[in-house]
Nanobody, 127 residues
Framework: QVQLVESGGGLVTAGGSLILSCATS????????MAWFRQAPGKEREFVAL????????YYADSVKGRFTISRDNAKNTVSLQMNNLQYEDSAVYYC????????????????????WGQGTQVTVSS
């Protein structure tokens, strides 16, 4: 059984930083691509960042480029999201997602691309 558990969310003032972590079990990260999504109240869940199984080229939503960094540690089965210069608009529930990495797909930003999801962690940025 694949499980993903996010942690690290909280309340931070604008301009601050947070590090989110996603601990996985039941599936080797070495064959998986990992992503972060977020969902604000009243909005659809949106793509934030992706890291392929190789840990090579990463992908980001335009709104977080240059501020967020996704990384992975396959040995520890964890994926992290370093978030810097947080803004009010970044407030949301953040979810990590996992799927078997079968190669690059141009639809990596769609929620339907991912089979497994965590329960989410709340990030609140005060202005």
């Amino acid at each position: 059984q694949v499980q993903l558990v996010e942690s690290g969310g909280g309340l931070v003032t604008a301009g601050g930083s947070l590090i989110l972590s996603c601990a996985t079990s039941g599936r080797s990260l070495s064959i998986s691509r990992m992503a972060w999504f977020r969902q604000a109240p009243g909005k659809e869940r949106e793509f934030v960042a992706l890291i392929p199984r190789s840990g090579g080229r990463t992908y980001y939503a335009d709104s977080v480029k240059g501020r967020f960094t996704i990384s992975r540690d396959n040995a520890k089965n964890t994926v992290s999201l370093q978030m810097n210069n947080l803004q009010y608009e970044d407030s949301a529930v953040y979810y990590c997602a996992l799927d078997r990495d079968l190669g690059f797909t141009s639809t990596y930003y769609l929620t339907r691309e991912y089979e497994y999801w965590g329960q989410g962690t709340q990030v609140t940025v005060s202005s």
